[in-house]
């Protein structure tokens, strides 16, 4: 029997980094089915309301059949302005599912899903909204659509969720580099990707297989194009702005470490003269000097947040993903095109 459970999301921002096998860790969904017709509702979004780098998020509906979260419908967030001050989201979402409910449509609430810039969605926003989700709804997962990637001829779909350690930490609220050391986590175990399978009716396939008969053959030669587009340029810039951001935390927390050092030293040298003057007093018969509070007196340094490194560290390692799966396909096609050039010589 179905388990289902509904509740509103309690935040819609946009809002993940090493993906981690959902099948390896303790959670309760360990595969994602979806409906085609969702996944086309979610590319028609952003090719109607997406503009190069603007985001487009939405809802995501069904239920959880034993450990498998079937994706059986969707809606989008509107886009308002700044203008639209008293449009309320959340009670938004409640009339959407309200109305669905009506027509006798799933309308229980399993995630949220919003497009991605070159794969640039690893962001403090997506990890809050995701927690949000995900504390209300222990199903939530999050779909990140890359549409640029897909417009080469590659569909780039996928699912997270936050791992239970990050989930913890999250409650806790403890972003510290102690709070962060004491949990053992890293980048590598802040999220984990929950494999997806796209789901037809026979009467979608027979339409999907007359659409391919239909096709021109000239564009099904386009994916062996042996050019290479901008993608793997724009990448590499944006890997190497992330870099710049990962240096300059390190240079931050370098001088935090610093102080701090610092700080103890003089701590410790102050104490060493403390004692002294105490032992020199009682060898005159004089009362020791009253006690002070320390920590009055050297205020301890205000440690850098470690989570954003850690979102950083996250972006830096998709986009190596990314770069890695580009250029495997383009060396691919050219040692394809190589070998044909010899053969035909």
Not at 70 to 77: A, G, K, L, R, Y
Not at 90 to 111: A, F, K, P, T
Not at 196 to 210: D, T
Not at 279 to 299: A, V
Request: aromatic share 8%; net charge negative; proline share 4%.
């Amino acid at each position: 029997m179905a388990a289902r459970k509904e509740s509103a999301a309690t935040s819609s921002a946009p809002a993940t980094l090493s993906q981690t096998s959902a099948n390896t860790l303790d959670s309760p969904v360990k595969q994602i089915q979806i409906e085609g017709l969702v996944l086309l509702k979610i590319i028609k979004h952003y090719q109607e309301e997406g503009q190069g780098s603007e985001v487009v998020q939405g809802v995501l509906l069904g239920l959880v059949v034993e450990d498998r979260l079937e994706i059986t419908n969707c809606f989008p967030f509107p886009q308002h302005t700044e203008d639209d001050a008293d449009f309320d989201e959340v009670q938004y979402q409640m009339e959407m599912m309200r109305s669905l409910r009506h027509v006798n449509i799933d309308h229980l609430h399993v995630g949220w899903y919003q497009s991605t810039y070159y794969g640039s969605f690893v962001s403090r926003a997506l990890l809050d909204s995701q927690f949000s989700y995900q504390h209300a709804i222990e199903e939530s997962v999050v779909l990140i659509y890359d549409p640029i990637k897909t417009a080469q001829g590659s569909l780039c779909l996928k699912a997270y969720r936050l791992t239970p350690k990050l989930m913890e930490i999250c409650k806790e609220k403890d972003f510290s580099p102690e709070g962060l050391k004491k949990a053992n986590i890293g980048f590598e175990h802040m999220f984990e990707e929950v494999p997806i399978i796209i789901k037809n009716s026979h009467l979608i396939n027979v339409l999907m297989w007359e659409l391919e008969e239909k096709s021109t053959v000239a564009d099904k030669h386009e994916l062996l194009n042996l050019s290479s587009s901008n993608h793997l340029e724009k990448s590499l810039q944006m890997l190497m702005d992330r870099v710049d951001d990962m240096s300059q935390d390190i240079v931050k927390y370098n001088t935090y470490s610093r102080n701090l050092s610092k700080q103890q030293q003089q701590k410790h040298q102050y104490l060493q003269r403390r004692q002294q003057e105490n032992t020199q007093r009682q060898s005159r018969g004089e009362l020791p000097l009253p006690e002070e509070d320390l920590s009055k007196m050297f205020k301890p340094p205000q440690p850098p947040p470690r989570m954003d490194t850690l979102l950083i560290a996250g972006q830096i390692n998709t986009y190596c993903q990314n770069v890695k799966e580009f250029t495997s396909q383009n060396l691919g096609k050219l040692f394809m095109a190589e070998a044909l050039q010899g053969h035909n010589n």
